[in-house]
């Protein structure tokens, strides 16, 4: 079945650490997008990339970094510069640039500092 | 830059029975989409409904059904003979649609949470 799959489910920063949370599509979609959800305050934008090899900052992209070497693959890095790391991460896909399609979303990563 | 709006941060609504959720946006565009998802306690976000705005015609969904007033802004979802499976937050969303430029980013209201009574 086509569809977004985020890993880990749960994952636990340290002081200064960086983490990276995986996701990966299947779905053939030219767009990707990460967004951070906090408790009351819907989710907002971090970054997206509508074509391999670019991608641009959304509402709250500071302490964060991407690449998308791959279409299937969106990959977000949670740096020691994000100080409120704390957040569900969602991430999702669409058929992009000029599509009417809506965003199809992944299961979701619960990081969480030690 | 657009908004979204939810001013029901919590809804509550009895089995089989009817809710209608609020939402506003903001906007100067003149075509754009706007969605409602569900978030269930998984919290996996599943699209509801859709509607384009140059329909006037509202979207419906077997039970979901929505009211669209394009001059003023307003994007509520109704929900008929509520169901248990039906609690969840739900997240009004809108997103451009600039032809070429469109980036399919979506812009979430802070969301409702609904829960159903037996």
């Known amino acids: 079945d086509g569809g977004i799959t985020q890993s880990p489910k749960y994952l636990f920063r340290k002081e200064g650490q960086n983490v990276t949370l995986s996701c990966e599509q299947n779905l053939n979609h030219d767009a990707m997008y990460w967004y951070r959800q906090d408790p009351g305050q819907g989710l907002r934008l971090i970054y997206y990339s509508q074509i391999v090899n670019d991608f641009q900052k959304g509402d709250i992209a500071e302490g964060y970094s991407v690449s998308r070497e791959k279409k299937e693959s969106f990959p977000l890095t949670v740096t020691s510069a994000q100080k409120n790391p704390t957040a569900f991460y969602l991430c999702a896909s669409s058929g992009g640039q000029g599509s009417y399609q809506p965003q199809h979303f992944g299961d979701g990563t619960r990081l969480s500092i030690l | 830059a657009q908004t979204v709006t939810q001013s029901q941060p919590e809804m509550s609504v009895q089995e089989a029975e009817t809710v209608t959720l609020s939402c506003t946006y903001d906007?100067?565009?003149?075509?754009?989409?706007l969605f409602w998802y569900k978030q269930p306690p998984s919290r996996q976000m599943i699209l509801v409904i859709r509607q384009e705005a140059y329909k006037q015609q509202n979207a419906t969904e077997n039970r979901f059904s929505v009211n669209f007033q394009k001059a003023a802004k307003s994007f509520s979802l109704k929900i008929s003979d509520s169901q248990l499976g039906d609690a969840a937050m739900y997240f009004c969303a809108y997103r451009s649609w600039r032809g070429s430029g469109n980036t399919g980013k979506l812009i979430f209201g802070q969301g409702t949470t609904l829960q159903v009574k037996p």
């Open positions: 906007t100067s565009e003149s075509d754009y989409y």
